[in-house]
């Protein structure tokens, strides 16, 4: 089925023979990128994102001098392959094993990063865009292509610097980036679809406020839907599974609900990594809590290993698509251009992060206590942290580019490979930076314990609570003075009073066995 889905979407084209034959070459190549990746997992410089794009771009070199420079690849990238099939495990497992305790204290400053932030670089991208673009003779381009390409470089990649930060020993900045990165890649894909659904040929104060409105119900209908299916899923398996020897059952329907969920809301128009994101969420605070001790390392386990799956055939194919002869073929007239636009688009990068991590930063540290305070050195690195761009954008440009045809169209040819060479770049050259500045800026802790963050976790509780470090809310003033907090105990006290009982959870379970 999974065969018949990739040939349908274009993954690979011709006999069955050659199909199988490229898909045994490309599972091969994905074994590879796992154990090179393995062995370089102390190196100092290279991890397993690097790892991955060296050996597409490789392997990629030695396909292109084999077919005389008809083809880099094994797979034809189609957006739809990509959004339907290989993102959705990757943001799941994002929300299904973040801890709850760090991410909501922090979810002022996370929202605040991640929506408005990304709002805010979506316009200084879009408007240096469309100030600088059009003196470079790009071509023909629409005020909805230089939107969109707001839209296409606001779409953060944090994969390397999250490989190198460990959540147990960092856990406010882990949680910033982390929460960002989840939440910046769902606004900027809302951001590009409610562009698309609009006439941009006359702009007044009218579509512009429809066009808020659109993009807030996108983001409201999409948080609710994700809820919903995640209590749907606790409340089913609480009801039909729970204390029972049924652990394929309960890894099956809670692979399959989460599943439900992202197509659920891509069929509504809604922002489908929003939505499973948050479905993910909801599942680890529920439905995990419902099923028995096996379905909960078996289900823990299956959604890392797809979400590393996932992201490593990414990153292998970005590397072999790079090379893609045709891309080139009608850019290679002016190489200048070509970079001239790179170097300008990443320019903007660079200023539209910095415009709103420092300011945000000094925002949040005026409602946050001592603890929780972002530092200047923990701003450069969440600054470092959003300068790489990664496959989100490398879909939603070809979702935008690739429409009229790369060879065909003068603009759109510049922007994809354009996209392709700030990819390269940015992973390859930030990426391969990101280890030494983090040691340099924030060094390992020398009392930290020898324990990894992976077998830490398992060792406790899959998911904190986050109700554990909420202070009682006695008085008026405390509840002005800390509304986070106070938001967070009044959660907790329904919480416990209410929802785990219906749809079960750590308490719930606790009462069960008191039982």
């Known amino acids: 089925m999974v065969l018949e889905a990739l040939v349908r979407y274009g993954a690979?084209?011709?006999?069955?023979?050659?199909?199988?034959?490229?898909?045994?070459?490309?599972?091969?190549?994905?074994?590879?990128?796992?154990?090179?990746g393995h062995?370089?997992?102390?190196?100092?410089?290279?991890?397993?994102?690097?790892?991955?794009?060296?050996?597409?771009?490789?392997?990629?070199?030695?396909?292109l001098l084999t077919t005389k420079g008809k083809s880099s690849r094994l797979l034809e990238f189609d957006e739809q392959l990509f959004f339907i099939y290989v993102i959705p495990p990757i943001i799941f497992n994002a929300g299904f094993q973040v801890k709850k305790k760090h991410f909501f204290r922090n979810l002022g400053t996370i929202m605040l990063f991640g929506v408005l932030g990304t709002l805010i670089s979506f316009g200084i991208i879009s408007f240096g865009a469309v100030e600088l673009l059009g003196k470079l003779d790009t071509g023909f381009l629409e005020l909805r292509d230089y939107l969109a390409i707001g839209a296409i470089f606001s779409a953060t990649d944090s994969v390397c610097t999250l490989q190198v930060l460990n959540q147990d020993e960092t856990p406010l900045l882990y949680s910033l980036v982390f929460g960002e990165g989840v939440v910046n890649d769902a606004t900027s894909v809302v951001l590009f679809n409610a562009i698309q659904k609009f006439d941009l040929s006359n702009i007044n104060s009218r579509v512009a406020l429809s066009f808020t409105g659109n993009f807030l119900y996108l983001f409201a209908a999409s948080t609710v839907l994700g809820v919903l299916v995640g209590l749907l899923s606790a409340y089913i398996i609480k009801k039909m599974y729970n204390g029972r020897n049924s652990t394929n059952c309960d890894v099956a329907l809670m692979i399959l609900m989460a599943y439900l969920s992202y197509v659920m809301a891509e069929l509504f128009d809604l922002s489908g990594i929003l939505t499973v994101f948050l479905c993910g969420i909801v599942m680890?605070?529920?439905?995990?809590?419902?099923?028995?001790?096996?379905?909960?390392?078996?289900?823990?386990?299956a959604f890392a290993t797809m979400s590393f799956i996932a992201e490593t055939f990414i990153f292998l194919y970005v590397g072999m698509d790079a090379l893609d002869i045709e891309k080139?073929?009608?850019?290679?007239?002016?190489?200048?251009?070509?970079?001239?636009?790179?170097?300008?688009?990443?320019?903007?990068?660079?200023?539209?992060?910095?415009?709103?991590?420092?300011?945000?930063?000094?925002?949040?540290?005026?409602?946050?206590?001592?603890?929780?305070?972002?530092?200047?050195?923990?701003?450069v690195t969440i600054w470092w942290a959003g300068l790489m761009r990664g496959a989100v954008s490398m879909a939603l440009a070809y979702n935008q580019f690739m429409k009229s045809g790369h060879s065909q169209v003068m603009g759109n040819a510049l922007m994809i490979t354009s996209t392709i060479a700030i990819v390269l770049f940015s992973t390859m050259v930030f990426g391969l930076l990101t280890k030494?500045?983090?040691?340099?800026?924030?060094?390992?802790?020398?009392?930290?314990?020898?324990?990894?963050?992976?077998?830490?976790?398992?060792?406790?509780?899959l998911l904190s609570g986050i109700e554990d470090d909420v202070p009682r809310i006695r008085s008026l003033t405390v509840l002005l003075k800390r509304p986070a907090q106070a938001i967070m105990y009044f959660w907790s006290t329904f919480d416990d009073a209410f929802m785990r009982r219906v749809f079960g959870g750590r308490e719930s379970m606790l009462d069960t066995t008191r039982k």
């Open 284 to 301: 680890s605070h529920y439905t995990w809590h419902n099923v028995t001790d096996d379905s909960k390392v078996t289900t823990r386990h």
């Open 436 to 461: 030494p500045l983090i040691r340099y800026l924030i060094p390992p802790s020398q009392h930290f314990n020898s324990m990894s963050s992976s077998e830490f976790s398992f060792a406790l509780p």
């Open 39 to 63: 062995l370089l997992e102390e190196s100092q410089w290279i991890n397993l994102s690097i790892t991955a794009l060296i050996i597409g771009l490789c392997t990629g070199g030695i396909i």
């Open 328 to 379: 080139w073929r009608f850019v290679s007239h002016s190489p200048g251009k070509s970079v001239a636009v790179s170097s300008v688009v990443f320019a903007l990068v660079l200023v539209g992060r910095a415009c709103f991590v420092i300011p945000l930063s000094m925002l949040s540290n005026f409602w946050t206590s001592k603890h929780d305070k972002i530092s200047f050195k923990h701003m």
């Open 12 to 36: 690979f084209s011709g006999s069955d023979d050659q199909v199988l034959g490229d898909l045994t070459l490309f599972v091969a190549l994905l074994c590879g990128c796992i154990v090179i």
